[in-house]
């Protein structure tokens, strides 16, 4: 089975377990990415972290940092002679996807999309008339939540569809580390965009009452960029917190294990907009893997990824976050049992091999169409 899979994600290094897991399944495999990709954090440049068994190819990219804009110049190439199937990991409403899907099928190649959108929006032209024939011409769609799978169906897909999420992890690089119990600053971290959505300012506010309540043994790092760091970061000094609280900016994706190694809590307290909430909360899985405990607001999907191993709050509750924290900063035993919970339901659920067994299993249904 031969396989051409676009994906932009794939730049990051720990993603890339999941395609040496594809192609260790017997798939020749091919995976077109940029050269990096633009955001509101700044530029993400291509990794080379997990490259056997497969070809790790880059493409150049036309528009880059323009979500729904964007293409590869000169896919094609890649589909000579054609494959059996191409992965396009691209949601349907962008000209990537139309591009990869238009040059596939006059390959002669089946199609499959991923998407993770769980709102149901219209967009304008021509973007609604991509999105229509795409769903309309592709062979089959993976989503990453249930969600995402209602939100498509009633837009009118009505192929063969899985749930699957996009990345796992890899519970050998994502483990926990031996650490003392008590006696010494609790580290709390939040990973992510500095965006209004992320919920940053409700968990400063929350840190702020705590710390007004008497609890002061610890300290939260900041890992990621965006527009709303100024702004962060003078609610910081407003709530005198600048002993407490460190912004690091991006790191490495590839150093985010030890990173997650060395925190307590994960707080997530993304907050659901009109035209987003939470879809997955990838950070999550990590932390849990790494036997940090996470916290989270009900945005999205983000409660069913947690289950029952960590804090599930309102999402916006200032009150229901700070009790949250302080029970995880107060109890220990309550914060060993989360994490032990935690990295066993990741081993259960959320494995790179286990997402790059069942993509496998998509692939070969539809093969035998």
Known sequence: MRVVMLSKACIV????????????????????????????RGETPLERAYTEG???????IRFNGRFHIHFYPGF?????PAPDIVHIDEEPYNAATWHALWLA?????????????????????PFALGEWWVLRNVDYALVGTESAATVWRAKGYDGPLRVIPQFGVDPGLFRPATRPIAGRTRTLGYVGRLVPEKGVDVLLEAL????????????????????ER????????????????????QIPNLQMPVFFRNLDVLIVPSLTRPNWKEQFGRVLVEAMACGTVPIGSDSGAIPGVIGDAGIVVPEGD????????????????????????????????????QIARQTVEVYEEMLKK
């Open 76 to 80: 094609e190439r890649w589909l000579t």
């Open 105 to 125: 099928r006059r390959a002669g190649a089946k199609t499959v999309f991923f998407s993770w959108q769980n709102i149901q929006r219209s967009y304008p032209l």
């Open 208 to 227: 702020s009452d705590l710390r007004r309540d008497g609890v002061v043994n610890w300290r939260l790092d900041v890992i990621g960029g965006g527009p």
């Open 13 to 40: 290094g720990t993603y890339q377990r999941k395609l040496e897991e594809i192609a260790r399944l017997g798939v020749d495999l091919t995976v077109v990415v940029p050269p990096g990709w633009r955001d509101e």
């Open 54 to 60: 497969y070809r790790l190819v880059v493409n150049p």
């Open 318 to 353: 200032t009150s229901a976050l700070m009790h949250a924290l302080r029970r995880l900063l107060l109890d220990d035993e309550l914060r060993q049992e989360l994490a032990r919970r935690g990295r066993a339901r990741v081993l259960a659920q959320f494995t790179q091999a």
């Open 230 to 249: 100024a702004d962060l970061e003078r609610r910081v000094a407003e709530f005198d917190l600048r002993d407490h609280v460190n912004f690091t900016g």
